[in-house]
């Protein structure tokens, strides 16, 4: 956030610079000019974004236990990554072992049919 309001704070400098070229610079700082209330409006509005962001960072450090002034944000969104990478994960695993316990019951109850109707073919083709 701040190399972008540093950048912005640059422009109007440059702005201001290019007064003192004359009528050379004139489309240039019109041009500039109206960049630039359209990026300053911009800066304020992210920058709002941002401080939202920070606080409810913080508020999460707080929930997980931590304390915000120890913890940064690239901590707590990397432990979060991970999280949610891990549960997937886990997810995936636990899917694939309710299919294949699936499976083998399907096989089970099938090679327990096959016994019974073996013998009841049997029992017809004797009768």
Do not use: W
């Not at 409006?41 to 606080?55: D, I, M, P, W």
């Amino acid at each position: 956030m701040q190399a972008i309001s540093k950048g912005l704070e640059k422009v109007v400098q440059e702005l201001s610079s290019s007064e003192n070229d004359g009528p050379v610079s004139d489309n240039f700082r019109k041009e500039l000019k109206e960049f630039l209330c359209f990026a300053e409006a911009e800066v304020r509005s992210l920058a709002s974004l941002y401080a939202g962001v920070g606080r409810h960072v913080d508020a999460l450090i707080v929930y997980f236990g931590e304390d915000p002034a120890k913890c940064s944000f690239e901590q707590v969104t990397s432990t979060l990554l991970n999280f949610v990478r891990m549960f997937n994960k886990a997810h995936d695993e636990n899917c694939k072992q309710l299919e294949q316990e699936m499976k083998k019951l399907a096989e089970n109850e099938k090679s327990k049919a096959s016994p019974l109707q073996n013998e009841s073919k049997n029992t017809l083709q004797t009768s």
